[in-house]
């Protein structure tokens, strides 16, 4: 304790402590790690339970099959037979999921919702991704996209894709600049899709 506090004090006491740019560098930087993809582990667990404790690890909850309450608690994800709890829904509100966690959707066959609510990290990218993950294009029936500062009409084109979507919210999304456009572009391709717009 003491050697902890004798390294600490020459930083503090010439006035070296870290800025706040550095800061939100570290976080940014710890994020990325959240979202580093254990392909080791998807093989261990199975995908679901990789996938759970990707998406809790980055704040964002998850619903299994079968079950009404939300998984918020990664010390608390259930345990059992391998392949027992399927993950039906995902709430990321305010995760900080990015793109590059995106592989552990890959295996997930029984995703009918996802919410991405203030995800900093999402963007156009992210959607290119999630329209082209084979299992999502037959399972994923509603998406709500919300405040999410980083996607454009790009991404949401790019999600002309999930074929079996029924219901897309938008709803502030300031990247949005032709949402008539946009929107008609995808409804041409999703013709079964309900299609709710909450923008400016």
Same mark, same amino acid.
């Given at each position: 304790?003491?050697?902890?506090?004798?390294?600490?004090q020459?930083?503090?006491?010439?006035?070296?402590?870290?800025?706040?740019?550095?800061?939100?560098?570290?976080?940014g930087?710890l #994020?990325a790690?959240? #979202?580093?993809?254990?392909?080791e582990?998807?093989?261990?667990v199975?995908?679901?339970?990789?996938?759970?404790?990707w998406l809790?690890r980055?704040?964002?909850?998850?619903?299994?099959?079968?079950?009404?309450?939300w998984?918020q608690?990664?010390?608390?994800?259930?345990?059992?037979?391998?392949?027992?709890?399927?993950?039906e829904?995902?709430?990321?509100?305010?995760?900080?999921?990015?793109?590059?966690?995106f592989?552990?959707?890959?295996?997930?066959?029984?995703?009918?919702?996802?919410k991405l609510?203030?995800?900093?990290?999402?963007?156009?990218?992210?959607?290119h991704?999630?329209?082209?993950?084979?299992?999502?294009q037959?399972?994923l029936?509603?998406?709500?996209?919300?405040?999410?500062?980083?996607?454009?009409?790009?991404g949401?084109?790019?999600?002309?894709?999930?074929? #079996?979507?029924?219901y897309?919210?938008?709803?502030?999304?300031?990247?949005?600049?032709?949402?008539?456009?946009?929107?008609?572009?995808?409804?041409q391709?999703?013709?079964n899709?309900?299609l709710?717009l909450?923008?400016?």
């Open positions: 304790m003491v050697l902890l506090g004798k390294l600490a020459p930083a503090h006491s010439l006035g070296k402590l870290p800025p706040a740019g550095p800061c939100r560098g570290f976080w930087w #994020n790690v959240f #979202n580093k993809v254990d392909y582990r998807i093989q261990a199975g995908p679901d339970r990789a996938a759970s404790e809790l980055c704040g964002a909850l998850v619903r299994y099959q079968g079950y009404q309450k998984q608690d990664y010390s608390g994800l259930p345990t059992g037979p391998l392949g027992k709890y399927k993950i829904a995902i709430d990321a509100t305010e995760s900080c999921i990015m793109y590059r966690g592989d552990y959707l890959d295996g997930l066959k029984h995703v009918t919702e996802i609510q203030k995800c900093i990290y999402i963007q156009d990218e992210c959607l991704r999630l329209s082209e993950t084979k299992n999502l037959k399972s029936l509603q998406l709500k996209i919300i405040s999410c500062g980083n996607v454009t009409d790009q949401i084109i790019a999600l002309h894709k999930l074929m #079996n979507l029924e897309l919210y938008l709803s502030d999304l300031p990247g949005i600049r032709q949402k008539e456009t946009t929107a008609h572009v995808l409804q391709a999703l013709p899709l309900k709710e909450n923008l400016e």
